[in-house]
């Protein structure tokens, strides 16, 4: 029972940043249909800008909130002078850049602060002894946090989508792009504004992860791949639906990871996939996307 | 004064042109309506005035020429376009596509004038917490005509409203837009194939055929020409 417990902690500890990722890639899609393969990186190398500013003396706190500051607009950047000048229907290129970007921020991480992994210092205390005991399991406060601040986040994104005008701008872009334009919404800003909250939130996410990670040009990498997983089976346009898959992909990789012989700690990533690939083959829109609704 | 006036003008798509310089003006408060068979750029002429395509020569809309701006800047000088087919967003709900269509609005009024499209289309008024994805066809097209009026516009571009619609929805569709010109004045530009309606509650009619124009005339005329009358009215 304790073991049971141990491990859906830890799988929702890992859910967490599956799903915070997640997030982040389907602000950027909804406008816009294009998987940011590069989220990943460009939430590493906030990292790494984390990393910097709290060794030039800013508080660990306020290092990240300047980091994400810069990162959002570094989204902006982006999407400004990399996507939006492709145009509309431009998959393929937009595909290219964002492969070209992931390149380029992760030999640009790997130049400028080296190849060795850094100690990234955590917000909350984090030596063995800390943690909230529960039921013989151990909740640690550095993942708490990041399960909070994932929290935090879905829900400003859904009071913005919900209650705002620009949130129903956002929606409307998302819905009708065009049917948009003529109603006086300035269809890429709206789009801009999704890369300055993906990368936003990836700003956010990484230095809240470096702790248990450390800080290194590969961080991301396996996350993202789970990331991916779960913006799909969540649906690609619905953020508590990338959140939810997140934590759900999370606790499923780690039960199957624990209780399945054959699967191991090898394994479990593909298992993963597996398991995704089976949900999506009965939901082909995920969990919570929206199925296009039209009647003819 | 004209409230809208083309002159000569050419736009299209890419490498080609559709239209060949039109000229065409609409007056304040006017409902004028443009027949042509498919294909001969009836939609590219709307999108064009619009500013959803590219164009050139000169679009002047209520003294001002608005040729060089995009789409996004021009509903708030006045000017709504009921795109053809889909134009609902079909993700939103009812209540969401009419609070969209008043997007450019800052004023108090809009709930006022939400709560007024509920009386005028009571269906819309019972599915306002629905996707507008679920409704049918013809309460489609009544959300996203007066979507396009929560802008307060004072002309409405209308491409092909009857598309898919029965005789008695277009019927019913066609007596709305009479109602909306003639109580609230704002003057209608209808782009239809048929068209026996459209005459009905239109001043005048222009001919479109493979991207060029003939001057208008008056919509009886047009509705009594047997010429007419073959190519368009189906009698």
């Known amino acids: 029972m304790d073991l049971l417990l141990a491990r859906v902690i830890e799988g929702v500890n890992n859910g967490a940043i599956y799903g915070f990722l997640a997030l982040a890639l389907v602000c950027v899609y909804r406008g816009t249909s294009h998987l940011n393969l590069a989220q990943g990186e460009m939430a590493m190398f906030c990292g790494f800008l984390a990393f910097s500013l709290n060794q030039a003396g800013l508080p660990v706190v306020a290092a990240i909130a300047v980091t994400v500051l810069a990162g959002a607009l570094g989204g902006v950047l982006v999407e400004r002078t990399l996507i939006r000048p492709l145009g509309e229907h431009a998959e393929y290129s937009v595909l290219l850049i964002a492969v070209a970007l992931f390149l380029i921020l992760n030999a640009g991480a790997g130049t400028i602060w080296g190849g060795d992994p850094l100690p990234f210092p955590s917000v909350l205390p984090s030596d063995p002894e800390d943690y909230l005991p529960v039921f013989g399991a151990r909740l640690r406060y550095q993942p708490l946090l990041l399960l909070a601040a994932l929290l935090t986040v879905l829900g400003l994104l859904y009071a913005l989508f919900r209650f705002t005008k620009i949130g129903l701008a956002m929606r409307t872009a998302a819905s009708n792009p065009e049917a948009a334009r003529l109603l006086g919404i300035r269809v890429s800003r709206i789009n801009a504004l999704g890369w300055m909250l993906a990368a936003g939130i990836g700003a956010l996410v990484a230095p809240l992860v470096a702790p248990s990670t450390t800080l290194t040009t590969s961080m991301m990498f396996n996350f993202l791949i789970y990331a991916c997983a779960a913006a799909i089976l969540g649906g690609l346009d619905s953020p508590g639906g990338a959140v939810l898959a997140g934590l759900s992909i999370g606790v499923v990789e780690n039960l199957l990871a624990g209780y399945v012989p054959w699967v191991g700690s090898d394994l479990k990533q593909g298992v993963a996939l597996v398991v995704l690939l089976v949900v999506l083959m009965v939901r082909p829109a995920g969990l919570f996307g929206t199925k296009r609704v039209e009647r003819v | ?235």
């Open chain 2, 1 to 235: 004064m004209s409230l809208l006036r083309l002159s000569t003008v050419y736009a299209g798509y890419r490498a080609a042109d559709v239209l060949h310089g039109i000229d065409l003006h609409v007056d304040a408060g006017e409902v004028v309506v443009i027949l042509g068979a498919n294909g001969a750029g009836k939609t590219t002429l709307l999108r064009a005035i619009s500013g959803l395509v590219r164009r050139r020569g000169s679009v002047v809309f209520d003294g001002q020429d608005i040729t060089g701006l995009p789409a996004e800047a021009i509903v708030s000088r006045g000017l709504a376009h009921v795109p053809q087919g889909r134009g609902t967003i079909a993700d939103l709900t009812v209540e969401d596509n009419l609070r969209a269509g008043a997007y450019i609005r800052s004023d108090k009024d809009v709930a006022r004038d939400m709560g007024a499209w509920y009386e005028v289309y009571p269906r819309l008024g019972e599915r306002r917490r629905q996707k507008a994805g679920l409704l049918s066809g013809g309460e489609q097209q009544m959300l996203a005509i007066a979507r396009a009026l929560m802008s307060t516009p004072r002309l409405l571009l209308c491409d092909e409203p009857s598309l898919g619609l029965s005789p008695l929805l277009t019927q019913e569709l066609f007596g709305s837009l009479e109602r909306v010109n003639t109580e609230l004045g704002t003057a209608i530009l209808v782009v239809e194939q048929n068209a026996k309606l459209a005459l009905r509650i239109a001043a005048r009619g222009y001919l479109l055929e493979t991207g060029t124009i003939a001057p208008s005339r008056p919509a009886a005329e047009l509705a009594g020409d047997d010429a007419v009358r073959a190519a368009y009215l189906g009698y």
